[in-house]
């Protein structure tokens, strides 16, 4: 058990829906990750954000956000859904959000989602 | 931009033998590097990372992995595979200053035959 958790683990729903994925760091952690896992895409960094404000954009597309709030757990919101929405979406946290020497990424166990 | 190149997308080893994923990664500066495991249903666990020092880097469960500078590879070994490693590995590298970003490999899935 890494410390993260991550709800729901699984989702279905259909195109155009929005739905709301949710994540809890570790204990003490001030940096949460989102991370995209797909058969095609392999994992693909979202976004970071570290003490409530975002620090780094990867490959999150426009219909995605993110925030963090101030129990600094994470929601990562996904609209207009579509097929090729479907993933493992993961959610990784760190105590601090700077140079990755100054400690790992904890992964939670990810949510499923399953546009159809 | 950095990046992980994982060659082997499929391995099989009988258990007890000796096993090694390789990883090649481009990155321009001194890299941090990681080796993760994925069992199925679960999250991304680290087993090890190299940020400098030795490049000789050893992990949980028995892996170890050595940084090679000339040949921008971070290969992952263990000396005797158990069942139990089966399961996805994952390479991924780091960029310093400004963030946690981690780039990952594509991933090497790991088959132990009995």
């Known amino acids: 058990d890494s410390g993260v958790t991550q709800t729901p683990k699984h989702l279905i729903t259909a195109t155009g829906q929005r739905v709301t994925l949710r994540c809890s760091p570790r204990?003490?952690?001030?940096?949460v990750y989102w991370y995209q896992q797909s058969l095609d895409q392999g994992l693909q960094f979202l976004i970071h954000y570290y003490n409530g404000e975002e620090r780094a954009k990867g490959n999150i597309l426009e219909r995605f956000s993110a925030q963090q709030f101030p129990d600094l757990h994470s929601e990562l919101n996904l609209s207009s859904l579509e097929l090729g929405d479907s993933a493992l979406y993961f959610c990784a946290s760190s105590r601090w959000g700077g140079d990755p020497s100054t400690g790992e990424l904890f992964f939670g166990e990810g949510s499923r989602l399953t546009v159809l | 931009a950095q990046s992980v190149t994982q060659p082997d997308i499929h391995i099989t080893v009988s258990e007890g033998a000796s096993l090694e994923l390789r990883c090649n990664y481009s990155?321009?500066?001194?890299?941090?590097l990681f080796w993760y495991v994925q069992s199925p249903g679960q999250g991304l666990q680290l087993l090890l990372k190299y940020f400098s020092g030795d490049t000789l880097v050893q992990g949980i469960k028995g892996f170890e992995a050595e940084f090679k500078r000339s040949q921008s590879s971070f290969n992952l070994r263990k000396p005797s595979v158990h069942w139990s490693d089966a399961a996805e590995y994952f390479c991924a590298v780091g960029a310093g200053g400004g963030g946690n970003k981690l780039t990952f490999g594509t991933g090497t899935q790991l088959k132990v035959e009995l």
């Open positions: 204990s003490g952690d001030l940096s």
């Open positions: 990155y321009g500066a001194t890299p941090y």
